[in-house]
């Protein structure tokens, strides 16, 4: 912490609050939720930017009425106090009254008079106060849950004076509007920078079904298969070195995403032989939210894959491995995948499927003509991305130092 500032006093949060406390699950769990109610607020909800309603649950008058300790009131600030998003904080939606909290959610209701709710707000989202909260102070370590006494316990610094409280938070709220606009700005952009190629692929192979000949997936390749899971064979994962295990979270859109590699025992390779991966295999994801997603094998390493990813290995002479990665990557290719999907208790995608999936093929020299063009293309189009994906982060970046500043007397 900074040194006081002029008019400033130092305080524990139990000595200017009120309430401070947290909910419980309603009994019978998420089967008491309902279509309409009153609102239980459940960490999901609670986001430093603000509520968000999505997924927010309802419960009836008699659930409400097991939970009449944690009413929630206007001018409350509501915290997260267990997991992942421990400490994320934002003032209670007047909108959404009545409402109670689980047991994820503390209530902080400000004592009157003493302090402005969204000076409250704004102060606990700081990284000068978060940070404070997330540290156990024990080897720098984070904490995974904010008990009732550490958050009464817990030292706050600001102004005595309630005008200059409300002071801070019209300069915040003046400049986080200018931010939040220039933000979605950004956000636009980058997304008309992504469906500018995603609409141009879908041109290219559009163009090519109407021009060339179809032919089948399973005539094209070597081999159409997948792995399979080594639990099932009583294989262990295991730390590098061993069989780097590919699985669907690293199989992104064109590139391999490998800053969680995973390996397994070398006997992997010898039970499940047929899924050895080689340079230059085309990987595709068969299984849950990321169907589609198509990368290329590219590295230099003993590897397999689970059953979540299937294998399709490119008759060189025939298919291009780049030109069949963009193709299964279109918007067209996508939306025939989904359409495709068998929803058990996780959609998937069949072998057969892939097997019998017909595909455009002009002559391999156009194959790679196409590729060329569409190389080009999204060098472009990601040029424009990396430069409104920077823009976004200097606006984040932006938000937090008005919050130190304010937090600091320097606003």
């Not at 061993?242 to 969680?260: C, H, W």
Request: contains cysteine; proline residues 3%; positive net charge.
């Amino acid at each position: 912490m900074v040194g006081k500032q002029k008019g400033w006093v130092t305080n524990r949060l139990g000595n200017v609050t009120s309430k401070i406390g947290s909910g419980a699950t309603p009994r019978g769990g998420g089967e008491t939720y309902k279509a309409t109610g009153i609102s239980l607020i459940r960490s999901l909800n609670v986001h430093d930017e603000g509520f968000r309603e999505a997924k927010l649950a309802r419960i009836d008058d008699e659930q409400a009425a097991r939970l009449s300790s944690v009413v929630v009131e206007a001018d409350d600030v509501l915290f997260n106090i267990t997991g992942a998003s421990v400490a994320r904080c934002c003032l209670a939606p007047a909108s959404f009254l009545p409402a109670r909290v689980n047991q994820h959610v503390s209530i902080i209701r400000p004592a009157k008079g003493k302090f402005v709710p969204a000076f409250l707000h704004y102060l606990l989202i700081s990284n000068l106060y978060k940070d404070r909260l997330l540290s156990t102070g024990e080897g720098g370590s984070t904490r995974q849950a904010i008990t009732k006494a550490q958050l009464q316990d817990f030292t706050i610094e600001y102004p005595e004076s309630l005008s200059e409280q409300q002071r801070i938070v019209g300069l915040l709220d003046e400049a986080f509007d200018g931010v939040a606009i220039a933000k979605a700005s950004a956000e636009k952009n980058l997304q008309n920078a992504r469906a500018l190629f995603e609409s141009h692929l879908q041109s290219v192979f559009t163009h090519a079904r109407e021009r060339w000949e179809e032919k089948l997936l399973k005539g094209l390749c070597k081999l159409i298969t997948k792995g399979s899971s080594p639990k099932w064979q009583g294989i262990d994962y295991v730390n590098k070195p061993g069989i780097l295990f590919v699985t669907s979270e690293n199989v992104g859109e064109y590139q391999l995403r490998m800053d969680k590699p995973k390996y397994v025992e070398d006997k992997f390779n010898i039970k499940d032989k047929k899924s050895i991966l080689k340079y230059g295999d085309v990987l595709t994801n068969i299984v849950g939210a990321s169907i589609g997603r198509t990368a290329i094998f590219d590295l230099d390493a003993v590897a397999n894959i689970n059953q979540a990813v299937c294998l399709m290995r490119c008759e060189h002479t025939l298919l291009d491995n780049r030109y069949l990665a963009y193709f299964l990557n279109s918007p067209v290719l996508i939306q025939v995948l989904h359409d495709n999907e068998v929803n058990n208790a996780r959609a998937n995608l069949s072998l057969g499927f892939f097997s019998t999936l017909p595909i455009p093929l002009p002559p391999l020299s156009e194959q790679k003509k196409i590729v060329a063009k569409l190389d080009d293309f999204r060098v472009e189009t990601q040029k424009l991305e990396s430069i409104y994906q920077q823009k976004v982060a200097a606006l984040v970046e932006l938000k937090k130092s008005l919050l130190d500043q304010a937090f600091t007397g320097q606003l």
